[in-house]
């Protein structure tokens, strides 16, 4: 299984709340989490590699988040509810690079 990015889990720029992710069983999801003060899910999606990037997902309310940790496959989930930018506009979190692929850069 795909374990999350330590980077991506750490760190959010200011305008974003900072939320933990946990390793998940998807095809196409490596990691998720849930800020329910903010009603924002955070998704990280398998990369080439590994992990791959990280999207938060707003207005994503607890009763969709429930329903989304409870579908037989969060993927397919994901893809018929979550993935409509009018209702759930989402926003690419930059990661920040471990310091040996800073020097490499």
Known sequence: PCKPDIF????????????????????????????????????????????????????????IYAEYSKAESIGRFFGQVLNDKEKFPYTRIEQEKPDDEKAAA
Do not use: M, W
Request: glycine share 8%; aromatic share 8%.
């Open 8 to 63: 991506a889990a750490t760190y959010e720029p200011v305008t974003q709340p900072a939320i933990a992710l946990q390793p998940c069983s998807s095809s196409r999801i490596c990691a998720h989490g849930y800020d329910a003060a903010s009603n924002t899910l955070a998704l990280q999606f398998k990369g080439k590699d590994g992990p791959g990037a990280v999207y938060h997902y707003a207005n994503v309310t607890p009763e």
